[in-house]
Nanobody, 122 residues
Framework: VQLQASGGGLVQPGGSLRLSCAAS????????IGWFRQAPGKEREGVSC????????SYADSVKARFAISRDNRKNKVYLQMNSLRPEDTAVYYC????????????????WGQGTQVTVSS
C-alpha cells in the first residue's frame, strides 16, 4: 500500500498549484483520503480530507475558500487544488488515509507516503 504525492513546486504569492496523490495497492474510493502539511520547525497540520463516498469534507480554517479537494476514481487519484497561495502555505504536503473526516484538525493520518514540497515565495 503506497500513497505518492506530486505536483509541488515554487510559486509566487497569489499563484496556484494542483497536487496529486496516486495510490497503489488499494482503491482510494474505499477510503477517506486527505492531505496534511509540515513546515520546518512547525507541527503537522491537517489541511483537508474527503470521505470515501464524497459526501463529506473538511478543511483547515487557514485554507478554507482557497483549497479544494477532489478525487478521480477512474484514475485512483486524489487532488488538492490550491489557489491564492500565501508564503505561510510553504511546507511539504503529504496525502494520507484517515479513519474519519469530521474535523481535519483532529484527524490522525493512518498512513502516508512521500510528500511534495510547496514553496510560495516572490
Amino acid at each position: 500500500v503506497q500513497l505518492q504525492a506530486s505536483g509541488g513546486g515554487l510559486v509566487q504569492p497569489g499563484g496556484s498549484l494542483r497536487l496529486s496523490c496516486a495510490a497503489s495497492g488499494f482503491t482510494t474510493s474505499y477510503y477517506t483520503i486527505g492531505w496534511f502539511r509540515q513546515a520546518p520547525g512547525k507541527e503537522r497540520e491537517g489541511v483537508s480530507c474527503l470521505t470515501n463516498n464524497d459526501d463529506g469534507s473538511s478543511y483547515a480554517d487557514s485554507v478554507k475558500a482557497r483549497f479544494a479537494i477532489s478525487r478521480d476514481n477512474r484514475k485512483n487519484k486524489v487532488y488538492l487544488q490550491m489557489n491564492s497561495l500565501r508564503p505561510e502555505d510553504t511546507a511539504v504536503y503529504y496525502c494520507a488515509a484517515y479513519a474519519q473526516c469530521n474535523n481535519i484538525g483532529s484527524a490522525m493520518p493512518l498512513g502516508w507516503g512521500q510528500g511534495t514540497q510547496v514553496t510560495v515565495s516572490s
